[in-house]
């Protein structure tokens, strides 16, 4: 069965630290796509980063970066230098080809920086 | 930046009653989502629609709910009788594309309170 999981419930960390957030997968499609979104407390959905089962290389975007282990089927996140604006959920997903890709999701890690 | 809409950002509705959650979608995408966030709790799958119909939906589904999209820039989510269980957040989101690179852009949401 399709699945994500998140282990993290909550982190804290200081502000300015690098910060992993996990994220491991279960698929049987070879073709997929990995995506992490965050959640302010406004509630919006804001997407960070994507990584292709195919890409050969790990995507990054500004200070995000997304450590992807493919045989570990893990999709961690990492924040470097982070920043009290980082407060947040994070949720990671997956596309799977059931109609139009629809996204399977996380149950999200609230992740909290102390000044 | 072309962004999704929403509206109304909250609605409070009697159970039984119906509800119409809208949402406008980037212009020139084709594929057009819903997912739901009960508080606290993941985001989940209710539906995909490409050219004109449904192409997935999920077990929560059920005939209470329907999409349409009734002129060429609304894409509507349809409660017929609200139950205490739809109470949760509703988020529309869209893509260029069905692939499974495709980043689907979220709205920001409306949050649905059955009381």
């Known amino acids: 069965a399709q699945k994500i999981t998140q282990t993290q419930p909550g982190m804290f960390v200081q502000e300015k630290e690098a910060v992993t957030l996990d994220c491991t997968y279960d698929t049987s499609d070879p073709s997929y796509g990995l995506f992490w979104y965050k959640q302010p407390s406004s509630g919006e959905m804001i997407f960070l980063i994507y990584q292709g089962s195919y890409d050969q290389q790990n995507a990054t975007e500004g200070r995000y970066s997304l450590n992807f282990q493919k045989a570990r089927k893990s999709a961690n996140l990492v924040i470097s230098a982070s920043q009290l604006g980082d407060s947040a959920m994070y949720f990671c997903a997956m596309s799977l080809k059931r109609g139009n890709y629809q996204l399977i999701w996380g149950a999200g890690t609230k992740l909290i920086i102390k000044p | 930046e072309p962004e999704v809409t929403q509206t109304p950002s909250h609605q409070v509705t009697q159970m039984g009653q119906e509800v119409i959650l809208r949402c406008v979608p980037i212009?020139?995408?084709?594929?057009f989502y819903w997912y739901r966030q009960i508080l606290g709790q993941k985001v989940e799958f209710l539906v995909s629609?490409?050219?004109?119909?449904?192409?997935?939906k999920s077990e929560i589904f059920d005939d209470q709910f329907s999409v349409e999209r009734p002129d060429g820039s609304n894409f509507t989510l349809k409660i017929r009788s609200t139950k205490l269980e739809d109470s949760a957040m509703y988020f529309c989101?869209?893509?260029?594309?069905?692939?499974?690179?495709?980043?689907?852009?979220f709205g920001p949401g409306t949050r649905l309170t059955v009381t």
């Open positions: 629609f490409y050219n004109n119909e449904i192409s997935e």
């Open positions: 212009s020139n995408h084709l594929y």
């Open positions: 989101a869209s893509s260029a594309d069905g692939a499974s690179s495709s980043e689907q852009y």
